[in-house]
């Protein structure tokens, strides 16, 4: 087994459960009691709709800058399978990541996997050999019966509660709500930075009996031109300057990421001079990211109606272009009509691209479900996002806007491309 590759590895684990998620704690539970994996370091899990990536980011950046060695978990991954799990601010390597497969599969006997459920084994075997000083474990996908919540956390971070993955999670805000709820733990801080969290939230807090932290309420920020004002738990931090991470939104994220770090400060305390450092430093790809030269090219993940719209107030706040060019591609089990309505006002041309796979979408199709959803902008269809991305820049003219987003796998195949142009020396406009 240990003569596999990585990637063989993950072909490997792809095939080991017959569904691509399968929501329950008993198969890890039982996989990861056989592996005698040892935590002992505070544990911070970041759930919601949309945020919670943002949210690490800025965990692990704060963390780091205080001297600590954090351990940070996250998914899915852009360009490599190794981002999803980081050590002290670097990937871990393929060989390391082959070793924990390799372990975990030692453990698991006949116990069925999904992908998902062994790479969080996988990366707990890694943290408990690294005995990081901190860390932060985002959510694959709800919360109560995700993977990730087999650890009991120090601190629960509730970003926000959307409608997403409505199969697992139900399609109403009270039904994701109480799923998301379930990493709250007995007698520990549980930070809520929805504005208006659903009441199933609160009841699922209290009922865990939680120490509740709210946004507005417990803590909260306030925004002033150039600089911003976070006060929690522990006080007022004023005047910090904006995070690396662009939007608006991202100040809600980052007094998410302070009031955590309140809530467990007695164990993992951090300077004023450590919150400047790491949300300056904090920036994941893909998050309102803009790629330097022209046209200008942002890539944003969004792939729900909630981060479409902060997709369109960023791109609102952006300043002029007299074309916003939108490469889109989305899978089918998404909102696609409800994202793509929310950002058209902001889109004078579509760049539509198919993506592979069983959620896959064709462009033609995504064509017939953009028209029924009103939106009257010129459109092309093209095979892939790299097709789709190369259209737009060959029209674009270097004032314009190329806004990629309605998918990791769009966004990710429009980074490769970029990387490849760059290793190629190529320059455009």
């Given at each position: ?296 090219v942002i890539l944003d993940v969004a792939h729900n109606p909630e981060a479409a719209q902060s ?14 060019r939108a490469v889109f591609g989305m899978l089918r089990d998404k909102d696609i009509a409800g ?55 060959e029209e674009a003219e270097e004032n314009d806007k190329i806004v990629v987003f309605g998918s ?22």
């Open positions: 087994m240990s003569a596999r590759t990585l990637a063989q590895w993950l072909e490997f684990i792809g095939r080991q459960h017959p569904d691509a998620i399968a929501l329950g704690l008993d198969r890890v539970r039982a996989v990861l009691g056989r592996m005698t994996v040892r935590i002992e370091c505070p544990v911070i899990t970041v759930a919601g709709t949309n945020g919670k990536g943002s949210v690490c980011a800025m965990l692990e950046a704060i963390l780091q800058a205080s001297g600590r060695r954090v351990g940070l978990y996250t998914s899915p991954h852009l360009l490599r399978y190794n981002e999803r799990v980081r050590v002290d601010g670097s990937e871990v390597a393929d060989a390391p990541l082959i070793e924990a497969f390799a372990a975990v599969e030692r453990a698991r006997g006949a116990v069925p996997l999904t992908y998902f459920e062994y790479g969080t084994l996988a990366a707990l075997w890694l943290f408990g050999r690294a005995a990081p000083d901190a860390l932060v474990l985002e959510v694959g996908l709800g919360g109560r019966l995700d993977a990730v919540n087999v650890l009991d956390a120090d601190c629960a971070v509730l970003t926000s509660v959307g409608l997403d993955h409505a199969e697992y999670l139900g399609d109403t805000r009270e039904s994701v709500g109480r799923e998301k709820a379930g990493i709250f733990r007995g007698g520990k801080p549980a930070v809520v930075a929805d504005p208006e969290p659903p009441a199933s939230v609160l009841e699922g807090a209290a009922r865990a009996g939680a120490q509740l932290l709210r946004l507005g309420k417990d803590f909260g920020y306030r925004a002033h031109p150039g600089q911003w004002d976070y006060w929690g738990p522990c006080g007022r931090r004023a005047a910090l300057a904006y995070p690396a991470l662009r939007g608006a939104r991202q100040l809600r994220n980052a007094a998410a990421a302070l009031a955590a770090l309140d809530a467990v400060h007695g164990r993992l305390p951090v300077s004023m001079q450590d919150v400047r450092r790491g949300l300056a430093a904090a920036a994941p790809p893909g998050r309102f990211q803009v790629v330097p030269g022209r046209p200008q997709l369109a107030d960023n791109l609102a706040a952006a300043g002029f272009a007299a074309e916003t994202v793509a309505r929310i950002v058209a006002p902001r889109v004078t041309r579509w760049y539509l691209c198919g993506l592979g796979g069983p959620r896959g979408i064709a462009a033609e199709e995504l064509a017939r479900i953009l028209a029924a959803a009103g939106v009257r902008a010129p459109l092309t269809t093209h095979l892939d996002a790299a097709a789709a991305f190369a259209a737009a820049r990791f796998l769009t966004v990710a195949e429009v980074m490769q491309s970029l990387a490849a142009t760059r290793t190629r020396g190529g320059t455009h406009g």
